[in-house]
T-cell receptor, first 111, second 117 residues
Framework: GQQLNQSPQSMFIQEGEDVSMNCTSS?????WLWYKQDPGEGPVLLIA?????ELTSNGRLTAQFGITRKDSFLNISASIPSDVGIYFC???????????FGAGTILRVKS | GAGVSQSPRYKVAKRGQDVALRCDPI?????LFWYQQALGQGPEFLTY????????KSGLPSDRFFAERPEGSVSTLKIQRTQQEDSAVYLC???????????????FGEGSWLTVV
């Protein structure tokens, strides 16, 4: 089963609002990744984080790798309708290749 | 091809039937992964290949699941005597280097949607 705790499970927000979601774990991860999955599609990488404390942006998206290496958050600013989808965090342990995924955050946007 | 290609996209199997799911990774990608995604859940790791070598199969749920990558490119995930709990999306992913580091990433296919009736 999932070893990453992702929250919230779902969000229903107004267009233009900012969004924040996070992932926590009891284990240390060396890499944190954030993916978005649209219905009927595979996950698409949004942001990758490789160092503790790293803060990285990709357009309206900002993600941070927690200093303890056990957590990460993703922020989306000024949400738009096409942000709708399921967002997954994923972690990779040291010297590993296997991704461990959270259960996902379902984002719905009211326009 | 430009991305990871999976076939079939959709498969309906009768319980007890064998199925084979194919993955064409991005050309030249050394690493290939299979994940299983149940409805409403995140993907869960099944198995990992580096070239033709299956280095980790710890996620395969039972001995009815078998994966191969004989020539280090195309991979097939086979499920024997399918059961209803096998219904899920099976995702294939590939990456060029063997370790995730800055500049490298894992690319996912669109998945094969298996329904066992």
């Amino acid at each position: 089963g999932q070893q990453l705790n992702q929250s919230p499970q779902s969000m229903f927000i107004q267009e233009g609002e900012d969004v924040s979601m996070n992932c926590t774990s009891s284990s240390i991860f060396n890499t944190w990744l954030w993916y978005k999955q649209d219905p009927g599609e595979g996950p698409v990488l949004l942001i990758a984080l490789y160092k503790a404390g790293e803060l990285t942006s990709n357009g309206r998206l900002t993600a941070q790798f927690g200093i303890t290496r056990k957590d990460s958050f993703l922020n989306i600013s000024a949400s738009i309708p096409s942000d709708v989808g399921i967002y997954f965090c994923a972690g990779v342990r040291e010297y590993g290749n296997k991704l461990v995924f959270g259960a996902g955050t379902i984002l719905r946007v009211k326009s | 091809g430009a991305g990871v290609s999976q076939s079939p996209r959709y498969k309906v199997a009768k319980r007890g039937q064998d199925v084979a799911l194919r993955c064409d990774p991005i050309s030249g990608h050394v690493s290939l992964f299979w994940y299983q995604q149940a409805l409403g859940q995140g993907p869960e790791f099944l198995t990992y290949f580096q070239n033709e070598a299956q280095l980790d199969k710890s996620g395969l749920p039972s001995d009815r699941f078998f994966a191969e990558r004989p020539e280090g490119s195309v991979s097939t995930l086979k499920i024997q005597r399918t059961q209803q709990e096998d219904s899920a999306v099976y995702l294939c992913a590939s990456s060029f280097p063997t370790l995730i580091r800055p500049g490298n990433t894992i690319y996912f296919g669109e998945g094969s949607w298996l329904t066992v009736v």
